[in-house]
């Protein structure tokens, strides 16, 4: 049995990675990062689709998941392809879930739609870290102070 594959770690500007807040007034949400509006992992199991992709290094990506490491939370994601570029057969969701895990990831192989793109989920998964850079203090809600 092989050992599965490290992620490799990416440092981002922290903005990207902020999950942002609800705003009641234009029932949306606020100040979210490219890197968290991409999460597709509820979309991918129910629908087969995935969320507008972020683009890092000349690819486009798609989150997955967030995890903690120490005292950062960071964002899981894989690399988005369409389907016509895939060496593979892609395989659903519901196909993966009974099918040995690949080293590659969970996701890796899985076949979604990107709008009316047929797309494959390529890994392995990769881990988006923040920079050092310290993202913009957000304004306090005045809600909050009293």
């Not at 770690?9 to 490219?34: M, N, Y």
């Not at 683009?55 to 995890?67: D, E, M, P, R």
């Amino acid at each position: 049995m092989s050992a599965p594959i490290t992620l490799q770690e990416f440092h981002v500007d922290p903005a990207r990675l902020a999950s942002g807040a609800w705003c009641h007034t234009r029932d949306r949400q606020i100040g979210e990062g490219d890197i968290s509006a991409s999460y597709s992992a509820d979309k991918i199991g129910l629908e087969g689709r995935v969320r507008s992709p972020f683009k890092w290094q000349n690819a486009l990506w798609v989150s997955v998941g967030g995890t903690s490491k120490g005292d950062y939370r960071a964002v899981q994601a894989y690399r988005i392809i369409e389907r016509r570029f895939f060496d593979g057969t892609p395989i659903t969701y519901q196909e993966s879930v009974s099918a040995p895990k690949p080293l590659e990831g969970f996701y890796h192989g899985m076949a979604v739609k990107w709008g009316k793109l047929d797309c494959v989920l390529i890994g392995p998964a990769s881990l988006f870290l923040p920079s050092e850079k310290k993202a913009a203090p957000e304004q306090a809600n005045m809600f909050d102070l009293l």
